[in-house]
């Protein structure tokens, strides 16, 4: 009836990216380095749906060897991700996601980026939920080489 998995993801900061988080264009200096768009966040929560049915991970899906997923809109893929979900006889029951960024302060962004997902993924906002922490300038997101994502999540049974 119910499936649980889990998504974990980083990304390293570069200079002259853009800095997108559950689908939002965050202002900041720097920005994910990566072969999409680098949303750290919708990388970890695809991790987390497809974990949870056992069907592999992003890189399986869309490998960053392809052309096609240069520079790629992760809220499409997530759509995509959602689809392959359903083909497979679930739908997300909720997710609980983390940022870890010791900058930007994202507060101000996380209703928009619940909003952004849970229409992708065409489930209710309250069933997303995002949070955002730091690692008390720490490791390599305290250092600001990088952000980082974990994410968990129910898919239920169709
Ligand atoms: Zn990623």
């Known amino acids: 009836m119910f499936r649980i998995g889990h998504g974990y993801d980083v990304h390293k900061l ?9 689908g939002v264009d965050i202002p ?9 768009d680098a ?4 990388h970890a929560i695809m991790d987390s749906m497809l ?3 056992a069907l592999g991970d992003i890189g399986k899906f869309f490998p960053d060897t392809d052309e096609k997923y240069r520079g ?6 997530l759509k995509e991700v959602t689809a392959i979900c359903r ?8 997710i609980d996601a983390t940022v870890i960024a010791q900058a930007p302060k994202l507060a101000l962004y996380i209703d928009t980026m619940r909003q952004n997902i849970a229409d ?6 309250s069933q997303i939920s995002v949070k955002a922490t730091t690692e008390e300038k720490l490791g390599f997101t305290g250092e ?3 952000i980082s994502a974990h994410a968990v999540c129910i898919m239920k049974k169709i």
Not at 28 to 36: A, E, M, N, T, Y
Not at 72 to 77: G, I, Q, R, T, V
Not at 87 to 94: D, L, Q, S
């Open 144 to 146: 600001k080489l990088g």
């Open 87 to 94: 083909e497979n006889g679930y739908i997300i029951g909720n």
């Open 51 to 53: 974990g949870a049915l």
């Open 14 to 22: 570069a200079e002259n990216r853009k800095l997108i988080l559950g």
């Open 120 to 125: 992708v993924c065409g489930c209710e906002k």
């Open 72 to 77: 790629a809109d992760s809220m499409e893929l």
């Open 28 to 36: 900041h200096d720097k920005g994910l380095l990566g072969h999409s």
């Open 39 to 42: 949303d750290v966040l919708v």
